[in-house]
């Protein structure tokens, strides 16, 4: 009977890159809990999940670690990201997402830098020399256009206001 090689543990920088991620998913988790507020700080939820990325990466191969606790904690995370990809597309902005592929170059698996290609652009705005234009409505419908039968106006107006003289 051969006994399986011993393992050298964890020197201390390893150990510390072992707690560094677990603070990168205390930090990541704690930006999730508060997405509606995140305001300026929305960019930083694309840093933290890229960080836990390549951690999880670089403990990958290692068979001294068991990084499936933080995987599935990392998994229920994402999946809270995924439920508010619109609200973080929307926080962030779509054009700016674009200037963060630029200047990031994350790589295609790193899916969370792409939500803004699974969220529907704002629809466009106006030109500058249109600000007089009011917004486009619907035609309205016949039967909202015409006089109520009960003698209004059209307007949602049935009588016509009282006058106070006081």
């Known amino acids: 009977m051969s006994e399986e090689p011993k393992l050298p ?7 510390q890159a ?5 603070d990168v998913v ?28 390549d951690m999880l990466e670089e403990f990958k191969g290692d068979p001294r670690v068991d990084f499936r606790g933080v995987w599935l904690q990392v998994k229920e995370l994402d999946e809270i990201l995924r439920v508010n990809q619109d609200l973080l597309v929307k926080t962030i902005g779509h054009a ?6 630029i200047m ?8 969370w830098w ?8 704002p629809p ?12 486009e409505t619907p035609p309205l419908q016949a039967e909202e256009a015409s006089p109520g039968q009960d003698g209004g106006d059209g307007l ?11």
């Open 114 to 121: 792409f939500l803004n290609r699974v969220v529907a652009p």
């Open 26 to 53: 205390k930090d990541y988790s704690r930006y999730l809990s508060d997405i509606e507020n995140l305001g300026l700080t929305a960019p930083n939820v694309l840093y933290y999940r890229d960080e836990i990325q």
């Open 9 to 15: 543990p964890l020197s201390e920088d390893e150990k």
């Open 96 to 101: 700016n997402f674009k200037q963060y592929h």
């Open 104 to 111: 990031n170059d994350p790589p295609r698996t790193h899916w």
């Open 156 to 166: 949602g107006v049935g009588e016509p206001p009282v006058e106070s003289h006081g």
């Open 18 to 22: 072992w707690g560094y991620l677990q």
């Open 124 to 135: 466009p705005q106006p030109s500058w020399w249109q600000f007089w234009k009011k917004p």
